[in-house]
């Protein structure tokens, strides 16, 4: 049984890692509250699933761009500076959309400015985050860690939102956004205690764009990286209609905001189970394809949840896919972790962190823009068959990926 459960002993030895996961999973359970709140304000205030889409996609490139900046400065600068002042940085952002949502009148137009500037925060930080794992544990600690990081992000996604769909219900949307602030502050502690992280190399002679060049060009010759990052693309653009959430549950299950919160946190359930018995992931010989095969079966999972029109058989299928993705983010971490050098880490995570956290955006306008012009169900299948295929067109395209093995 002890080989089925996740490995806990990268907490046990090593100190950074418990500040570093302590410190996320508070920070993650705040942002988890946004997440739901800021798509439940922009379809109250339009009735639009379209709006829900166009206001993710708003953010995007301010992602990317904090997601490339922050590659290239977490290559250069100490890691643990950053990210006290990135999750600082946030706290504001959030600060500022709970002062917003408070006015008589909320300004719509500073509610998309506002998302847009803390995605580009986020995008900032991630990276740096991501690549300081490696920094802390040992090669053959990698999987483990990524599955207790997985544990956290879960439990995170699972707990948040659903706390999110009681305050909406009972006390209020600003409430979402000052405990989301509240939380930053203290992944900004977490991060101060912490040990110095410095680079590993030395940048200083080398300008930003061009380290972010560099970066792409480390990108553009490793077949492996491109495949672990289409991959994700794929599931999240076609296979992820969060975009819909607010119309399913107001419209097609005719229900509330507590449903809504639900809708979102359903697949991190899943996930959740799946990350607690990730022990077994370790021993996966065929890597990569267990990774085509679980971004398969997360398609077919969403395309079932637009077939059928019942609650808990939505629920059921959100939670089978947070599962499937789970497998497939712990293997697609290693895999790509183990390709790469420290030299390039922070940048190339910078890529993965623009692809993980863009690919939803893209992905809300996706099926925002495929519901308007057919239908709610409409879009989430087709989004789900357009997934599977996608993914094996992939480990046809890259057949070196389909046949990653563990060493």
């Known amino acids: 049984m002890s080989r089925l459960l996740v490995d806990l002993g990268p907490l046990r030895r090593h100190r950074n890692i418990r500040l570093l996961v302590g410190g996320q999973l508070v920070s993650l359970m ?22 829900v889409g166009l206001a993710s996609l708003i953010q995007l490139p301010f992602l990317i761009a904090g997601s490339l900046w922050g590659g290239a400065m977490g290559d250069r600068l100490n890691r643990r500076t950053l990210l006290v002042a990135s999750s600082m940085v946030l706290a504001i952002f959030s600060a500022a959309l709970a002062l917003n949502a408070q006015t008589s009148r909320a300004h719509f137009p500073l509610l998309l400015a506002l998302a847009a500037l803390a995605a580009g925060a986020a995008g900032f930080a991630g990276p740096i985050r991501q690549a300081t794992i ?21 439990v995170a996604t699972v707990v948040g939102p659903a706390i999110a769909g009681v305050l909406l219900a009972s006390v209020s949307l600003a409430s979402c956004y000052w405990a989301d602030a509240a939380t930053f502050v203290v992944l900004a502690g977490a991060a101060r205690a912490m040990s110095s992280l410095p680079p590993s190399t030395e940048h200083a002679g080398v300008a930003v764009l061009a380290a972010i060049r560099d970066g792409f060009t480390y990108v553009r010759r490793h077949a492996i990286a491109q495949a672990v990052y289409l991959a994700d693309l794929n599931a999240m653009v076609f296979g992820l209609p969060r975009a819909l959430f607010p119309a399913v549950a ?39 394809r267990l990774v085509v095969l679980s971004v398969a079966a997360w398609g077919g999972a969403m395309a079932v949840f637009g077939l059928v029109h019942v609650v808990w058989v939505g629920l059921a299928c959100l939670a089978v896919a947070g599962a499937m993705d789970v497998i497939s983010t712990v293997l697609r971490s290693t895999i790509l972790q183990l390709a790469i050098t420290d030299e390039f880490r922070s940048r190339v995570s910078s890529i993965q962190m623009a692809v993980v956290t863009g690919g939803p955006r893209l992905g809300d306008l996706e099926s925002g823009a495929v519901a308007s012009l057919t239908s709610t169900s409409f879009s989430i299948v087709s989004g789900g068959i357009a997934c599977i295929l996608g993914v094996f067109a992939l480990a046809r395209w890259r057949p070196a990926f389909w046949r990653d093995e563990a060493l």
């Not at 705040?30 to 709006?51: C, R």
């Not at 053959?140 to 992000?153: F, G, H, K, P, R």
């Not at 639900?262 to 991190?268: N, Q, R």
């Open 134 to 154: 490696p920094r802390l544990v040992e090669g053959d600690e990698l999987v483990a860690t990524y599955s207790i990081n997985q544990v956290v992000m879960n």
């Open 250 to 288: 107001l419209t097609i299950y005719q229900a509330g905001p507590r449903t809504l919160g639900l809708l979102y946190a359903a697949p991190g359930a899943g996930a959740l189970v799946m990350a607690l018995v990730t022990g077994w992931i370790a021993r996966v010989r065929r890597r990569g």
């Open 30 to 51: 705040g942002s988890s509250l946004t997440v739901v709140a800021v798509p439940y304000q922009v379809y109250k205030e339009t009735h639009s699933s379209l709006w």
